[in-house]
């Protein structure tokens, strides 16, 4: 019925179904979790499959994007002779509104996507299968002297006629200002500015406010690609204690055609024991993990994975193109603590690990591809001893896994 509206309305505007089919299967031995002796590999396989549809005129447009996530074999409604079929699995992916109006500015209501300059804060996260989208209001001026966008969400989990309790671990209100300049063909500047906020407790209407502010830097000119951040937090954390944080980030890249080389690093501040008072932690809210962190996400929730010590990542990697569809990739990345720990009374080294991931995507034809790839962790102890190992007693970490993926237009 929806297909058939949008059908008649497409008589006076432009009109566009598309659909997304992505199914991947995994060998876990060691992803996000260090492998033990006693513990079998786990063989699973997911599914994402997206109906999308776009609906555009001179002064606004509109889109509906429909998604389902499964693992295969996780329905419900079984019986001995067979499956029947599973509860609703269903999601609102997108569903946005766009008005543009004065010439430059557009106003955007609904469920979106946002990403910006480096991702390390806002970003739609594509390798979880249900990536990540946001509730929210979007003005934007787009002038061919500068961009700004000024976003603002207010979060809720029910439809409460008093009170505003919220669960104190996501984010009760996004708001931020983006602001992008292009002062040539080779350079541009960024600046982000964000205000979130988080209740103190699931049953509280005390929002505490972190501020994050920054910038982003790229350059590009020839063979080489330069980029780096740095943003500081102040303001409040969630229990309502002082922020004192920062993140910093610098990357380079070489692109002789074939080849194709990067090296950077990241550090993300963090606290000595923390047990109270000014928190230095650094807060990535939304951002990416999968695409910076290593491929096997260790570090995805890194006040968890390091004892709110922060973080340190190095990384050189490495893209051969072997033919105009055919590249692999190999990737090292060396982690740290930004901060010292202290287990059972041990002060622990801040060295944590290595990893190496290896990857290679073909395309097999214009909207379809399929990837593959393999990781390593090489853990120091102090990595066992945050997974509750001694030293030495884990075993050998790997992922595998391969991916099909299909974009129809």
């Given amino acids: 019925m929806v297909l058939l509206v949008f059908a008649r309305l497409a008589i006076f505007a432009q009109f566009q179904i598309s659909a997304e089919f ?3 299967a995994e060998m876990r031995s060691g992803y996000k979790m260090l492998k033990a002796d006693t513990l079998d590999a786990a063989w699973i396989v997911s599914q994402r499959t997206r109906l999308i549809a776009d609906f ?3 002064f606004y447009s509109f889109r509906v994007s429909i998604q389902d996530v499964r693992l295969w074999g996780d329905e419900t409604i079984v019986s001995s002779t067979g499956v029947f079929g599973d509860e609703a699995s269903l999601d609102l992916n997108e569903a946005w509104m766009e008005l543009k109006f004065l010439k430059y500015s557009s106003l955007k209501i609904g469920r979106q996507y946002f990403a910006y300059d480096d991702y390390r804060l806002l970003w739609h996260r594509n390798w979880n299968q249900h990536s990540l989208s946001y509730d929210a209001l979007l003005y934007r001026f ?3 002297f500068l961009t700004a966008d000024l976003g603002f969400s207010w979060n809720n989990t029910m439809d409460l006629l008093y009170e505003n309790f919220f669960p104190a671990n996501r984010i009760k209100s996004l708001n931020f200002l983006h602001l992008s300049k292009s002062w040539n063909d080779h350079f541009r500047s960024n600046i982000l500015i964000m205000l979130t906020g988080y ?3 699931d049953t509280s209407n ?12 790229d350059y590009e000119k020839g063979i080489l690609s330069l980029d780096g951040s740095l943003y500081r937090q102040n303001g409040k954390n969630t229990a309502g204690f002082d922020v004192d944080a920062w993140c910093i980030s610098a990357n380079a890249r070489v692109d002789l055609g074939i080849v194709e080389a990067r090296i950077g690093g990241v550090v993300l501040s963090g606290n000595d024991a923390y047990a109270g008072g000014t928190d230095h932690l650094f807060d990535v809210f939304y951002g990416a993990r999968h695409r910076y962190y290593g491929y096997m996400d260790y570090f995805s929730n890194i006040p968890k994975s390091t004892r709110k010590a922060g973080l340190e990542d190095y990384f050189a990697g490495l893209d051969v193109h072997l033919s105009q569809k055919l590249k692999m990739a190999v990737d090292y990345h060396y982690f740290r603590l930004a901060n010292s720990i202290i287990l059972n009374g041990v002060k622990m080294k801040r060295d944590l690990a290595s990893e190496i991931d290896l990857t290679c995507k073909w ?6 591809s399929l990837q593959v790839g393999y990781s390593i962790m090489l853990p120091e102890a102090t990595l066992e001893k945050l997974q509750g190992f001694d030293e030495g007693e884990s075993s050998f970490s790997s992922w595998a896994w391969m991916m099909l993926s299909a974009k129809i237009r």
């Fill in 199 to 201: 209740e103190k407790s």
């Fill in 206 to 217: 005390i929002i505490n406010f972190r501020n994050t502010f920054g910038a982003y830097l």
């Fill in 363 to 368: 395309g097999l034809y214009s909207d379809i």
């Fill in 22 to 24: 992505r199914p991947r």
């Fill in 142 to 144: 787009d002038h061919p």
């Fill in 56 to 58: 555009k005129k001179s």
